[in-house]
């Protein structure tokens, strides 16, 4: 049985997220959302920066985010296990610690988007653009991620980089 979704129109979310609100789980925002041209986007930015993400999470755990433009977008420490980020606009997006364990991220750009200890263990990673040109691949936490052979050696080459010893 299918979990409903909540429509959640993007300058809405914009407003609460401004508000305070953390909590998007299960929420289905308006496909193909521009939230970068949003004329709320640097206020939310600024706010998003001045929050500490690590302590209030936003959580947008088995929710819809299709196609949606969020470049640069602050978004460390989120919680996005189950996340649908089908053909999604991640360019430059901080994505520090982000979870996006069982995340559809097919055919999402992430060309400089920031994935420093992200968690992509089971994410599907087919398709996803730019991903040799992200930062901190290397850092990112892969366990059972689905890939083609394509984004196999795109991240087999990152972690040639990978410091995984300090032999003294």
């Not at 998007?24 to 496909?31: N, Q």
């Not at 089908?86 to 982000?98: D, E, F, I, S, V």
């Amino acid at each position: 049985m299918a979990t409903t979704l909540n429509y959640l129109a993007g300058k809405d979310f914009v407003r609460k997220v401004l508000a305070g609100e953390r909590d998007f789980s299960r929420t289905k925002l308006e496909e193909g959302f521009d939230l970068t041209g949003h004329e709320g986007f640097s206020e939310m930015q600024m706010y998003l920066k001045n929050t500490n993400l690590n302590e209030v999470r936003l959580n947008l755990n088995d929710s819809e985010w299709r196609q949606v433009t969020a470049r640069e977008l602050h978004l460390p420490f989120f919680n996005g296990k189950n996340v649908d980020l089908y053909k999604a606009n991640l360019r430059g997006a901080n994505l520090y610690k982000a979870n996006f364990g069982g995340a559809n991220l097919y055919k999402a750009n992430f060309g400089g988007a920031d994935l420093y200890k992200a968690n992509l263990g089971g994410a599907d990673l087919r398709g996803v653009t730019n991903l040799g040109n992200t930062k901190n691949l290397q850092d990112a936490i892969f366990d059972e991620t689905i890939v083609t052979e394509v984004e196999k050696a795109i991240i087999e080459e990152c972690l040639k980089k990978r410091r995984l010893f300090v032999v003294k």
